[in-house]
């Protein structure tokens, strides 16, 4: 792998996080927060819970805008003839291409979502409509610039992709802006307070990755099928795409251990003199993974499928 190809899947590991990151953001949004105790019970708390989201967001989308921008120049670098000057033309004739145009969306998406969020840090209401539909607009998009826009996905690949996109950035991307904006606004609590605020988000969030983890798992799952046949389990060692995907099959099993772990022990156990720490500790070890499984997926999309039909 030369240095443009690693900066490359670099910078498609840093797109991917960032994506999920604002995603996890908008799923914050002051409007899911109506009816629940949360709204009713600390008011304060849930505003300064969606301000802190919202700057999660907008850094996310900032990010995303750029790390398109630079994809687009690594990719063209690597079609390019080494000996030959990257000119407007040939980066013309990229954005061309079916993952040029998906670029091209994603960037356009990014500098949209980059408004929508200043304008959510505000508390304006359709700032965060805008958010949420750049949100949907970036899972929709995923799958542009991957394996989901081949053949091989199918019909209805594309959807199917997105669908896995925004379940797994639910999921994964709600647990990291929970654990930075959640428990960066609970600090500011009595002490007295804070177990039984902590214990009521993890349960707000808990409820939803009970559907949304394996929803992901399951959509993965559809779309490796559609990649390597329904017999895909037992060829994982004969190719270098499968070496990949069983390491990230094994960083899903991570989280999802994590993630039970956290429901089943760390939750009850918030009341408790060490239950924070405990959640802390937990949910980042949790995060990791997630981090290790998107890095893997960066390398993925990139990798050409085993050919023929095993």
């Known amino acids: 792998m030369s240095l443009v190809d690693a900066t490359y899947a670099a910078a498609r590991w840093g797109w991917y996080l960032a994506a999920f990151l604002m995603v996890g953001a908008g799923s914050y949004a002051p409007f899911f927060f109506r009816g629940r105790g949360l709204h009713a019970a600390y008011p304060e708390l849930e505003r300064e819970l969606t301000r802190r989201a919202a700057r999660i967001g907008f850094a996310a989308a900032i990010v995303l805008l750029l790390l398109a921008l630079l994809r687009l120049y690594l990719q063209a670098q690597t079609l390019n003839d080494p000996t030959e000057p990257l000119t407007a033309e040939f980066l013309k004739a990229v954005l061309g291409t079916a993952w040029g145009r998906g670029w091209e969306r994603q ?18 209401r359709l700032g965060w409509l805008l958010a949420l539909a750049v949100c949907l607009g970036i899972g929709l998009t995923a799958g542009m610039t991957g394996h989901a826009n081949t053949a091989r996905s199918g019909p209805g690949g594309l959807w199917l992709d997105a669908a896995h996109v925004l379940a797994g950035a639910l999921w994964l991307g709600g647990l990291a802006v929970l654990f930075i904006a959640g428990l960066g606004a609970c600090r500011s609590m009595a002490p007295s307070e804070r177990p039984g605020v902590l214990r009521l988000l993890v349960a707000d969030f808990s409820r939803r990755a009970l559907f949304l983890a394996p929803a992901t798992v399951g959509l993965g799952a559809w779309l490796a099928a559609r990649y390597l046949t329904w017999r895909w389990p037992l060829h994982l060692a004969q190719s270098e795409y499968g070496w990949i995907l069983a390491g990230k099959l094994l960083a899903l099993g991570g989280v999802g251990a994590l993630g039970a772990y956290n429901w089943r022990i760390t939750q009850p156990r918030l009341t408790t003199e060490d239950g924070e720490r405990r959640l802390r500790r937990c949910s980042a070890l949790e995060l990791l993974f997630g981090v290790i499984l998107l890095g893997l997926t960066a390398v993925l999309v990139a990798l050409p499928l085993p050919e023929g039909r095993m």
């Open 107 to 124: 960037a356009a998406l990014a500098l949209v979502g980059i408004a929508a969020f200043a304008a959510a840090r505000k508390g304006a």
